[in-house]
Every structure is written in structure tokens, then in C-alpha cells.
């Protein structure tokens, strides 16, 4: 069933800005509420957050950091020594989805947007996965390194994911009973790949930085 929201209880919203991918213009849907919109500033696009980072992830070694140009965000890098062969702790940044309005809400199954701000580079780039509910969605790993391999600057690029709704586990009995919300989860992984056959300089100091997590409804 998809979720139908209130009109007493609709609450107007900047959107945020349309977003093309592959050929497809993506709006979000402005009568059903955002469930996730964070950046490390706390403000996205001059818009208010909604949803929550969680400070737990600096225990999973990410934090919160300005580079080049002011540009803040939060950031794991892989050490120096670190060895994947041996080294098994999840690198993790979590985020909180916002409380839904109503208690089938995440039962939703049009079509989601979700739009993650990062830095792409030529240099040390690592690779992520992504999280919904426990449930990894998007397909394949993503990498932060540029695919032309002539192109060597760092700057910020959108990755986005479009889903068809929610994933069971966002509306699992157990999760409600325990007054937990649904958690959006960008896990570092490593990246092999490191020698001559690769389009990215990468040495062990691996490193991913996100700036702004947006997850939204399509409109339709």
C-alpha cells in the first residue's frame, strides 16, 4: 500500500534542486516528506536537516573534516598500516531517517531518491557501499575515483540511487517495538586495484569524504 499523506498534517518545504540522472530528470515529491536531508554544516542547499547524523560513526573512524576551499565533510581514511587481509572493523557512517508521520509510512513503494554529495578524485580514492534498513541497495561498490583516467582534479560529484521503495526491513515489527528508526549507512570498503592496471593512484591511505546525504520520494 502506498503511503497517502495528511493534508492536515502537510507541512510545506523547500525541494531540493532536480537532479538528472542518466537522461531521467528526478524531482522529489513535495506532498510526501523528505526522510532524509544532513550535511556536516547543518544546512543543505539553504534548506533545514531533516533526519540525523549519528555521532557513533567516529567510533568506525569517520570524522568530520574541513579540506581544501572550507569544503566540510565527513571522512574516513585508511591508515598507512592498515592491512584488509587482516583488518575486519566496518568503517560506517550512519544516519538516522526522520521520524515517519504515520506507522505503515515506510511500506512506501514508489519510486526513491537518493542523492549522496561526495568528493571525486584521482588520488588515494576509496570506494563505499550503501545501507538502507541493513539492506545494501545501488548495485555495485561505488568508487570515488574518476573513470577517465586523464582527468586529475578533486572536486565534489553526485552519486545518486534510484530505489523502488523502501526494503522490508524498514518496516520490520522489531525495529518499531524497540522505538529504533530506519538508518541510512555508508560503509568504506577497500579498494583493490592498486597496481599499474588501475585509473587511480592509490596507496594505502585510501579515503572517502561525504558532504550531503538527500533521500526523498520521486515525483511522479
Given amino acids: 500500500t502506498q503511503y497517502q499523506p495528511s493534508q492536515e498534517k502537510a507541512v510545506p518545504y523547500q ?15 513535495s506532498k510526501i516528506p523528505t526522510m532524509l ?14 533526519g540525523k547524523y ?5 567510533l568506525s573512524h569517520w570524522q568530520v573534516v574541513e579540506e581544501k576551499g572550507g569544503k566540510l565533510g ?21 544516519f538516522e531517517l526522520a521520524a515517519p508521520p504515520s506507522s505503515d509510512f515506510y511500506k512506501y513503494q514508489g519510486e526513491l531518491l537518493l542523492r549522496i554529495i561526495i568528493l571525486r578524485t584521482y588520488k ?13 541497495i545501488g548495485g555495485a561498490a561505488v568508487d570515488t575515483c ?18 523502488q521503495g523502501f526494503p522490508a526491513s524498514c518496516s520490520s515489527k522489531s525495529l518499531h517495538n ?3 528508526s530506519p538508518q541510512l549507512q555508508v560503509k568504506h570498503i577497500w579498494a583493490h586495484g592498486v597496481g599499474p592496471n588501475s585509473t587511480c593512484i592509490r596507496t594505502e591511505r585510501q579515503k572517502v569524504k561525504v558532504m550531503e546525504v538527500i533521500l526523498c520520494a520521486v515525483e511522479q
Avoid: M, Y
Avoid at 565527513?74 to 550512519?94: G, I, K
Avoid at 588515494?124 to 545494501?136: D, I
Fill in 124 to 136: 588515494n580514492a576509496g570506494k563505499f557501499e550503501v545501507f538502507l534498513c541493513g539492506e545494501p
Fill in 54 to 58: 549519528l555521532p557513533h560513526s567516529t
Fill in 15 to 29: 525541494l531540493p534542486p532536480a537532479l538528472n540522472t542518466e537522461g531521467v530528470l528526478h524531482r522529489c515529491d
Fill in 74 to 94: 565527513w571522512v574516513d581514511e585508511f591508515p598507512d598500516d592498515f592491512d584488509p587481509n587482516t583488518n575486519h572493523q566496518e568503517r560506517v557512517l550512519s
Fill in 37 to 50: 536531508r544532513v550535511s556536516v554544516g547543518g544546512v543543505v542547499s539553504n534548506e533545514v536537516q531533516i
Fill in 178 to 180: 524497540n522505538n529504533s
Fill in 146 to 163: 574518476w573513470a577517465n583516467p586523464n582527468k586529475r582534479v578533486s572536486t565534489t560529484d553526485v552519486h545518486s540511487i534510484v530505489l
